[in-house]
């Protein structure tokens, strides 16, 4: 069995001790997107430092915690510990909060993150949905597992009803929702100009260090994704002002009460009963 794999497990089992009902949802927290916890009420939160195994994250907006409760009655897992393949852990480990929600018994996952715009419609502020990404980390979390019983990743990760749903939740909120292709780096060094350049001729909407490593680990496990970017900031080169970390995280505070409102929505309407 996977070692990383093995060790979720155990965490696993030592958290359905603690938490009172099986949650079928989770939400991964991009950069400065923590507080968006807070309109859940949770019920518990846990260190990630508690679990073994659970990589600890080094980047300011994350802050290493898993926490419980309801949005709009549905039973959500918060994870607030996402680790990056730049802050020097392999992409096994960068994955590890995946392998830990699918062994709960996890089936639907919310990838949200920080992002940088490069698509010349966007704005600082704005969110994008992911339609699809790019890999340009050059590294897979699939490489040399076993396969069995779950299927090897093909086409794009991001489920199209749940992502339609998505879509449908920002028109009927009046909250403005681009659309477009995530394109994942390695880091930590933020792209020169000319590789945004590069990456606009590839297709890319949006540039980011995360949530491409997950969504591929999710999908193969067959959770169902859906993803979600904020636009903190535009992308090296397509702006007067050098790119800063402190910036991404205000932006991210920023948009929290539009993300809230756009999930809440969104998790209503997918709970929702059929007419």
């Known amino acids: 069995m996977n070692p990383v794999y093995a060790q979720a497990r155990r965490a696993a089992d030592w958290l359905r001790t603690r938490i009172p009902l099986q949650p079928e949802t989770a939400i991964v927290l991009g950069s400065g997107l923590g507080e968006l916890v807070e309109a859940a009420h949770p019920q518990w939160r846990i260190p990630t430092h508690m679990l073994p195994g659970y990589p600890a994250s080094t980047v300011e907006g994350h802050a290493g915690l898993l926490s419980w409760g309801h949005l709009e009655g ?9 680790v990056h393949f730049y802050e020097g852990y392999s992409i096994q480990e960068v994955v590890y909060p995946v392998h830990l929600l699918h062994a709960l018994g996890v089936r639907n996952l919310i990838l949200t993150n920080a992002a940088g715009g490069i698509n010349p419609l966007f704005h600082p502020g704005d969110l994008m949905l992911i339609r699809d990404h790019i890999a340009f980390g050059f590294a897979n979390p699939l490489r040399g597992i076993e396969s069995r019983p779950y299927r090897r990743a093909a ?4 489920d199209t009803a749940w992502s339609e749903a998505l879509f449908s939740a920002a028109l009927r909120e009046g ?13 930590p060094s933020y792209e020169t100009p000319a590789e945004i350049r590069m990456f606009r001729r590839m297709g890319a909407d949006a540039v980011g260090m995360s949530t491409v490593p997950e969504a ?14 904020t636009i903190t900031n535009l992308a090296a080169g397509l702006s007067p002002h050098p790119l800063k970390h402190e910036e991404v995280v205000a932006q991210g505070r920023a948009v929290r009460e539009k993300l809230s409102r756009l999930l809440r929505r969104f998790l209503r309407s997918v709970s929702d009963p059929p007419a």
Request: hydrophobic share 40%; charged share 10%.
């Open 175 to 187: 909250i403005p929702l681009r659309e477009g292709t995530y394109l994942w780096t390695q880091g």
């Open 155 to 158: 086409g794009s990760p991001y």
């Open 74 to 82: 549905i039973p959500v897992l918060f994870v607030q510990g996402r």
């Open 216 to 229: 591929v680990q999710a999908h193969h496990y067959g959770l169902r994704v859906v993803g979600l970017s």
